[in-house]
């Protein structure tokens, strides 16, 4: 095994972290899941900078949180901060010898490629089953991707298994893409056994399930897309499941039922990155004709604030911690009766407990998503059975 010892580098006036030594000598004490992402961010380490969040996290086959928690256990304060010590290191000489041989860099078994390990199981007479399970629990299923594992154990299931099987092979963008009701309604089987065929596929859960699909879905053709098209594709359907699946819906339908009855709305931004996503929020709003406004400048939403009464609602967009402005221009709103839809990733340093919360999640899709689920609840007649309006 190779000795890599940390550079000391600077930034303008900063010291710089080596994330490499980081990466190589921090796995002793990780969990397998941190393992596999210090080993994928080894691998891919001089094009982790051109690639976007939604990207690395569908490659990766994790959440963009799980990315985020990542990148703190190392010691970055966040994604960007990781990456933007990766771009600094990555054209180091020293960096590029290391990571020609990355087997030498980090002497993990998960290196060690499938034959190799089947070899090792032999040597040491380790049976079929206990060197699947080990091989799935470092990322190295020995039988192939799931497309191809689900079509070699056809004959194996169970005839309600066989079906949702049959459903998946059919058309596995749309599996890996659906909720467990879709699946259970496209293959005409309840919902428990869609929980059921994932275990049997050799997945943890309907999740795995999903997101080895994903990734296998990247590379079957017919799709008339290039394979990065589809890759970032197949990422963004990711994102969107899974923030629907973090969703609450009774807290959607309350919102939209607020913005229903609202004789103003007032929509403010916690920053650059929100005040987008609020304009089009106005935007969609006033054009199914409810006054709507924007409020992204921290000098006057005190004051707009508290212009606001008990038959007005305030919409908080914020991805990152709200500043002091935008803190004092909600604890006003509340103070003049106006109720608060919260939509952040972060609501412990301004949720209230009559707030209604929803969170985007860390990508832009999840605050995308959001919108177009107001909107067109707002836009949407309400049901006889006084049912879900979106």
Known sequence: MMTYQPVTQTQGTHTAMDIVYHLVHGLADSSPQETRLARFFLENFFQLPDASMEQLAARAGVSQATLQQFARTIGCSDMNDFLGQVRHQRDDSRVQQALAVPSQVLGDAAWVDNETLQYLANRG??????LERFSHSIGRDTDGDIITRIRQRLAEFSQQESRVAQ???DDPGFAASATIDQLAQAAGVSPATITRFARAAGCDDIRDLRMKLAQASTALPGSGLSSRWQQRLNGIQQ???QQLETL???AVTRAIALLKRANAIHIFSAGAADTPFASLLQYRLLTQGLPASVCSDPALMSFTASMLNSGQAMIVLASSVPDGALLAA??????QGAEVIMVTSDPGATAHAKDILLSPGD???GSLLII???CDGVAAEPEASGGSEF
Do not use: F, M, S, W
């Open 248 to 250: 609450l819906e009774p």
């Open 363 to 365: 990508g832009r899709y």
């Open 330 to 335: 909600v604890q006003q709103a509340r103070k």
């Open 167 to 169: 459903a998946i092979l």
């Open 372 to 374: 177009d689920l107001l």
């Open 125 to 130: 007479g380790v049976a079929k089953d206990v």
């Open 239 to 241: 994102t969107l499941n």
